[in-house]
């Protein structure tokens, strides 16, 4: 009981400070970045008046530090005199040659396509980094290349419950099959445009950049439910990817974070060919036809079987249709807080 107490207690703090905010350095540095177009006005802010005496980089870079939206400077020359122009980060105009603007940049360690943003004290992406920009419209989905300091990851983005989530897991028609081992389940398998599972590996990624609110969304004809965690991480392969969700809401009830028989929280991945469930003498991924989240059972089981209404074998959510009443569609989707 020690165990999972500490190990809780771990879990949350990491869901808390998951964005490593000390490793991204902000010091009011200003890098020279290269040389822009007067005319290039896609990240201004605001533009101090030319009348100020003595504009200069000291300056205007004093002036970017006092608002929390400013990550750049632009040094211009007008037929009025020197303009200091405030911007975020990052220019996507540079130009070579004969110029009218200088552009610095506040140093930090964000990766060239993200900014630090230091209202939220994150790093943020500029475009097409990551399902914030994406634009999806009401209840709908876009398939989207999410590039992330580095990684690319295809993944579908929705806009549901007031948020644009990135999807790690659907079902829709049982088109892909889900009862695969461990190395399918660790680098993600199946179709953007109908079933998928978009890795273990990608899942610990997303969390550990971020990512730590899941909504789970089920339906059942034409019956739909949702849970969402405002609390949602994975550990790494080393232990088995051990979940831990908390701050259920919702009106699918508490399918993971439950604390009755057989419920998910806390527990390792298993596959039916790694069995890491707490009970010895079964491997539960082989029973109940999935891989998943288990101890000695489940309350959830939505990598189970497609249409196999079979006690605990189909695709399951205890407290919206019990365990054997397999499920006609579920997506499990994460975004950042």
Known sequence: MKYIVSLTFLVFIKCVNITNIEAYRQNGKFVYRGNISYSDESLLLYELSPTITEISLRYCASECYKDLDCNAVEICSSVAGTICRLSKSISTSLVNGPNTCTRHEMEHTCGSVSYYNRRRKICQCVSECDCSTATPSVGGVLSYKLNLYGRVILANCMNTGGHVWTMIQRRVDGSVNFFRGWAEYKSGFGDLNTEFWIGLDNIRFLVTNGFTVLRVELKYGAESVYAEYSCFYIAGEDDNYRIHVSGYSGTAGDGISCTTDHCN??????????????????????????AWWYHDGHRSNLNGEYGNNNHGKGISWFYFKGWSTSLTGSRMMIRRI
């Open 265 to 290: 929280n806390d527990a390792q991945f298993s596959t039916f060919d790694n069995d890491n469930d707490s009970e010895g003498s079964a491997n539960h991924a082989q029973r109940w036809l999935g």
